[in-house]
């Protein structure tokens, strides 16, 4: 088995079927530094409990996922929403203060595709703007960074109005970088003709709050949800790409995040391996 | 039955399953003025043959499908390819000239995904490039303009390595806007932040050879190829990119191309009609 890159971090999307518990040790037994957790999984386990696994584990924590789904119109839902997002705020920064030094208190945000009904891309983007604008002051307290993700476009009408990095970077724009920075994820962004010029302006607005590597395979699960691949396994190219995010500066833990029902329906401990020599093979070559 | 708008076409691809002589009378019966053929059931009539059913019928010709396939690297397939696209001008400029006044010698090229194994982007973008350039005067001496198609990023693997407006812009610049256009497809690029500019500029630039509308839905079918739906179906607005390409002074057909296993399996006529409903309640609205 190879030593896992010092880099590399496992998101707990990768090992869907864990507890906080069991996706710790599975990580801390391949001998992995960095781990992000799942809401849901933290949310069964405790808040309190987590974070003591976490601090007992001395694993960095790299992110925590997600928060986001801005993109209703005012009422009790957004509301709900928004009251949501602060819960995640904080067990964000519970969770990095928890971590190993060099832990990010992270929150990935996807932001929500049209709401029920709704044809109105625009006005759904401006609302993802105020609901940023709302959480800021709450992030800023935390010292937590909303990392707003741009997905696929094949996602703008279901998950995420934003789809391109400079269309997440002109929301940050109004926001110090230290509060509201962006997810780069090769999965989503790979296809932009300009994407790394779109790279190279995010770390010049210091707005990289995590890199995160998963490949692209076609044809497309028939949940195109669930289409995401260990890195080498299909047709990105992770060193353009890799190599830009590496010029901007950015140092942090690369997370792989990978929502694929035969990953899992792989054992924990195997798909983190294939993780391991995917990571190995495709990411690390390009790395400072 | 409603009365179809003037500026409806219909794309044979919307009613698969007929062979030229059948298409051009479900159109015709249904009282629409426009048609574009695909080039499988075009070859299986013969090309002499359905030209003549084309005149016959009094029919505008709006667009000829398709041609591409441009990313493979130099070699025997390339020449193929290339060859393949020189017949598909020809057939495109006798079908065209067989039309009613009004038809447009439009051939619609996708322009091919990665090539087997390769993670190249910018190299199968490039040949693309060349490859418009051989056809080029092919295009000219046949009156007939090439019409550059984005495809939605989540074909960019295997299906076209452009993805957006600018992208097949940047390309066309090299040549006359009579030789070299854009296919502007609402289902392409619907998600686009800035696709208005981007429609605008296309105008600008004389580059529209041909406006289809199709609707976007989620989730997509499980063969992402065939998650095409009638207007009016889905979650697209059709109003702004409508309206921004009547602003551009676009005036030809509009044509309708769903790709479908449910409308493949709906009887043509029956598919037509509903056709003409969808246009005339989510599209028609915003032309001049």
Redesign the interface.
């Known amino acids: 088995m190879s030593v896992p890159h010092p880099r590399l971090s496992i998101n707990q999307a990768t090992i869907k079927y864990t507890t906080v518990a069991e996706a710790v040790r599975v990580v801390q037994d391949a001998g992995i530094g960095a781990i992000g957790l799942w809401r849901e999984q933290v949310q069964e386990a405790g808040l309190d409990e987590s974070a003591r696994i976490i601090a007992d584990s001395g694993l960095r924590y790299s992110t925590h996922c997600r928060g986001g789904w801005f993109t209703v119109e005012e009422g009790p839902a957004r509301r709900t929403a928004i009251d949501d997002n602060r819960r995640a705020i904080e067990e964000t920064a519970t969770l990095a203060a928890a971590g190993a030094e060099g832990s990010r208190a992270v929150l990935v945000l996807v932001v929500g595709?049209?709401p029920e009904g709704s044809?109105?891309?625009v006005g759904a983007?401006e609302r993802v703007r105020d609901a940023v604008a709302e959480l800021a002051p709450d992030a800023r307290a935390a010292g937590v960074t909303l990392a707003l993700e741009p997905l696929?476009?094949?996602?703008?009408?279901?998950r995420s109005v934003l789809?391109?990095l400079?269309?997440a970077l002109d929301i940050a724009a109004d926001f110090d970088p230290s509060v509201v920075g962006v997810t780069v994820d090769t999965f989503h962004i790979?296809?932009?003709?300009d994407v790394l010029a779109h790279i190279e302006r995010a770390g010049r607005e210091g707005r990289i709050a995590t890199y995160q590597v998963c490949d692209?395979?076609?044809?497309?699960e028939?949940?195109?949800l669930l289409s995401r691949h260990y890195p080498g396994d299909?047709?990105?190219?992770f060193g353009p790409m890799t190599r830009a995010v590496e010029a901007t500066g950015y140092d942090g833990d690369i997370e792989v995040e990978l929502l694929n029902q035969s990953i899992w329906d792989t054992a924990p401990a195997e798909a983190v391996r294939r993780t391991i020599a995917g990571f190995d093979s495709a990411v690390a070559p390009h790395l400072v």
Chains 1, 2 share one sequence.
């Open positions: 595709g049209l044809r109105d891309l983007r696929h476009p094949m996602y703008a009408s279901d789809s391109t400079p269309q790979w296809w932009d003709p692209w395979k076609t044809p497309l028939a949940d195109n299909g047709m990105i190219d």
